[in-house]
């Protein structure tokens, strides 16, 4: 027998993956703005609590290989500042970090301004085991990320 699901005003739905993203569609090209609040009219639709946004680990406008363009973590975190639903997850490439950029992450840690680290693995050339993540490792263990 078919149930049907009834929204329980006593149940969160949390959006653990999302981003803030421009790819090819014509209104999705507008800007990283926009399509922040084209998603917070999408989670109220929806009844979506809460959501993570993924940040970009490349700078801001660059195109991954899909096309897709993210907003970096310092934008991120300025895109959602005062949107008491929407929490960051702050992103780095392992092949092109600096001592300054585990600095900032960590910091942003510190301060609550990312709730974790994503590493783009299906983007970058390299592996999970591969040296270089592991200062990033490191952080998030210190951290408890």
């Not at 960590?106 to 590493?119: A, N, P, T, W, Y």
Request: net charge neutral; hydrophobic share 40%.
């Amino acid at each position: 027998m078919l149930q049907v699901l009834r929204f329980n005003p006593y149940v969160m739905i949390i959006d653990a993956h999302t981003h803030v993203t421009k790819f090819e569609k014509p209104e999705f090209q507008e800007g990283f703005e926009k399509n922040r609040d084209l998603l917070l009219a999408e989670m109220k639709a929806s009844k979506v609590s809460r959501a993570l946004v993924i940040a970009g680990y490349l700078d801001n406008d660059t195109a991954n290989p899909y096309g897709w363009r993210n907003p970096d973590t310092e934008r991120m975190i300025d895109l959602v500042s005062g949107i008491g639903n929407l929490a960051v997850i702050g992103s780095a490439d392992p092949l092109k970090l600096t001592p300054d950029k585990l600095a900032r992450l960590e910091s942003q840690i510190d301060r609550r301004q990312i709730l974790g680290i994503k590493i783009y693995l299906g983007y970058q050339a390299h592996f999970a085991n591969d040296p270089s993540c592991a200062p990033i490792f490191e952080l998030c263990q210190k951290s408890g990320v």
